[in-house]
């Protein structure tokens, strides 16, 4: 038998959908949905009353579930007080259900859910981290691994914390007690993985709980650098290097930072006679920052001591200290720098021989034996290159007896050089200075090489300049601000700061080099001050008598004032003074009466500072390397 079409209506959807777009049924379609909107507007209370009154109800079969049964017995007995009560006193039915309606309405009211836990992509990322950690956290034959792939995470990562970014703030996790976290290199890996997972570009700080097998993982904000060249409240012999976080260090000292004081974490260096780092080591990349950090030693050095300031880059940064009280010499060139250091070292043999013979005598060390003397070479090195050319000693020689022994004769040597130069640094240069600074990026393979240890925090590779990380002896890596201190007469340096360290400058008493004070009045804007004495004569400047290779050692030299007449004097260094000093048998000690013959030394390649890099002494009262040294020095008034 044939089978029957449908009829056309239910196989052609055509008449239907003409219904559907019919103006009538759209109409009427908005007319229930408005109803109901309506409705529900005018039901929402009885609603949010209806489900507050669910809720209890559901709230009071589980209290009635979990009421033990011998209790079921008085509580209901409770109830039905209760209810009597209600029901006896007046209105008490109409209180009852009003409070039973608030009550249902508050239950019933709307909560937006406080979302909890980390969101699916937060999910994710620590899912990745845990994955890798497993080859470095786990071992054949663990029965119960806390890392294991496909494994649970939440078990190993007790806290976490994202950023608004979904980038880890802070991460603690639990690891296995077989993990070998006493190891420098074991913790360098995990630290590395850590360090790639949680987002390169951040600084982490690793924080190595041994105890309870934890670590903690904290992303490290920025160190400020608004921090400028300011007068530190330290007391003498310390000088503070620059400023780290501040948990990393116990004090904070007040500092002005743009407008605000604030208190900030410093991190001091101690010298002097009890110092267990006597001398620093500042090394970096170029241009990261070590002269700066050097200029600002100085600057607090001249406050309590004498600098001497040895510029082997020979860019004229130290050009502020010529000619201030306190400033012996600023030298640029080989000559120069050779004659200034020897006389240092036997300025320290002479101190420390006057010191002991006192002491024999059962009388206090003189007085000029413990003013603080500062040897600051930056880039010694670059000397040093220049002295083998010339067939002339390495400066770095000169640095022994200051560094092994002017921790007792209160000198302190500084000195900075590069990462490519430092393996022309002489040996008593790397064993005696105990304290050091590692600036600008470093990977933690040079910083651990510099350092003895690793930085707890990953280096960044891009920094601000004197940013970098400090190590005082034995003592826990701490991160470093050096305050900006540049270089007043730079013409790039802005007025406040240029100004900020000319303020924090002794005033020059003496005669100032070409590019000297009057250029300092114009830079600073100021005219020069009335009162002030110029130059009573002028400097001795260009080329020394006789320069050449003997420059150094017999060139007319300085312009000091005298100490007691506080007026300028000329003193010369004898051309055979040398000589003299060998003739008399002046062996070790006794070779402090040289004065460091300072001249251009025109054989040098590195051009001096200012006019003539000369050895200059000043005379406020303190010990200078002129002191007994009638035999090679003649002063002139
Ligand atoms: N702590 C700091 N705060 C602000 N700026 C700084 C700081 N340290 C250095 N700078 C700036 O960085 C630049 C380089 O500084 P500096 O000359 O001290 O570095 P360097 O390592 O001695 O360089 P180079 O090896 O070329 O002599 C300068 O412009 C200086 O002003």
């Excluded at 089978?3 to 559907?20: E, G, H, N, V, Y």
């Excluded at 101190?351 to 003189?366: D, E, S, V, Y």
């Excluded at 005298?562 to 003739?583: G, I, M, N």
């Excluded at 402090?592 to 390649?605: E, I, K, L, M």
């Amino acid at each position: 038998m044939a089978r029957r079409p449908l009829p056309r209506i239910l196989t052609d959807s055509a008449p239907l959908a003409r219904m559907a777009n019919s103006p009538s049924l759209a109409r009427s379609r908005e007319l229930a949905r408005t109803a109901a909107d309506s409705a529900s507007d005018v039901l929402h209370p009885l609603i949010t009353i209806g489900r507050g009154l669910r809720r209890l109800g559901a709230a009071g079969r589980g209290r009635w579930m979990e009421t033990p049964r011998e209790s079921r017995g008085p509580l209901a007995f409770f109830v039905g007080a209760c209810v009597l009560v209600m029901c006896l006193v007046p209105y008490g039915p109409l209180l009852a259900l009003i409070t039973v309606m608030g009550a249902g309405a508050w239950a019933g009211r709307e909560r937006t859910p406080v979302e909890t836990g980390p969101s699916e992509a937060e999910r994710e990322r620590l899912q990745a981290l845990y994955e890798a950690l497993v080859p470095y956290f786990s071992v054949e034959g663990d029965t119960g691994p806390l890392y294991a792939y496909g494994g649970d995470w939440e078990r190993a990562f007790s806290e976490y914390v994202f950023d608004d970014a979904g980038r880890i703030e802070r991460l603690q996790l639990k690891y296995p007690a077989y993990f070998t976290d006493g190891e420098d290199q074991s913790r360098v890996r995990i630290e590395q993985v850590l360090y790639a997972k949680a987002g390169r570009g951040r600084e982490y700080h690793f924080g190595w709980d041994e105890l309870s097998n934890q670590l903690t993982l904290t992303a490290l904000g920025a160190l400020p650098a608004d921090i400028a060249a300011q007068r530190f409240v330290t007391a003498p012999g310390e000088t503070v290097l620059g400023f780290t976080d501040p948990d990393a260090v116990q004090r904070t000292l007040p500092v002005t930072a743009g407008e605000e004081t604030r208190d900030a974490p410093p991190v001091v260096w101690r010298t002097g006679p009890r110092a267990t780092e006597p001398h620093l080591l500042v090394l970096g990349q170029p241009g990261t920052g070590a002269t700066t950090l050097l200029r600002s030693i100085a600057v607090q050095a001249l406050q309590h001591g004498d600098v001497l300031v040895v510029d082997g880059s020979g860019t004229g940064e130290y050009g502020c200290l010529s000619g201030r009280p306190g400033v012996l010499a600023v030298e640029s060139g080989l000559a120069g720098a050779l004659a200034a250091l020897e006389w240092a070292s036997h300025e320290t043999e002479r101190r420390l021989i006057t010191a002991n013979r006192a002491r024999q005598a059962g009388r206090a060390a003189p007085e000029d034996t413990r003013r603080p003397l500062w040897i600051i070479a930056d880039r010694p090195t670059a000397l040093a290159h220049v002295a083998v050319a010339e067939g002339r000693d390495d400066p770095q020689r000169w640095l022994q007896v200051p560094l092994r022994h002017g921790r007792a004769a209160q000198v302190t040597v500084v000195v900075a050089d590069q990462f490519e130069s430092a393996e022309l640094l002489s040996d008593p240069v790397r064993a005696h200075t105990k304290a050091r600074v590692v600036l600008g990026p470093a990977t933690a393979e040079e910083v651990r090489a510099v350092l003895g240890a690793p930085p707890h925090t990953t280096p960044t590779a891009s920094v601000p300049p004197g940013r970098g990380y400090a190590r005082l002896g034995s003592a826990p890596v701490l991160r470093l601000q050096v305050p900006a201190t540049p270089d007043p007469l730079d013409d790039a340096t802005g007025q406040k700061l240029r100004q900020a360290v000319l303020s924090l400058l002794p005033e020059r008493t003496g005669p100032a080099d070409e590019a000297g004070p009057a250029d300092e009045a114009e830079l600073t804007g100021e005219a020069r001050p009335t009162g002030q004495e110029e130059p009573a004569e002028p400097v001795t400047g260009g080329k020394p008598e006789g320069a050449g290779e003997s420059a150094d050692a017999a060139g007319p030299v300085d312009l000091a004032k005298s100490a007691e007449a506080d007026r300028p004097v000329r003193l010369r260094k004898s051309p055979d003074a040398d000589a003299t000093a060998e003739a008399e048998g002046d062996s070790g000690g006794a070779a402090a009466d040289a004065v460091p013959a300072a001249g251009t030394g025109s054989g040098d390649t590195a051009e001096p500072v200012g006019a003539a890099g000369r050895m200059r002494t000043v005379g406020d009262g303190a010990p200078r390397p002129v002191n007994g040294s009638a035999k090679a020095v003649r002063a002139e008034g």
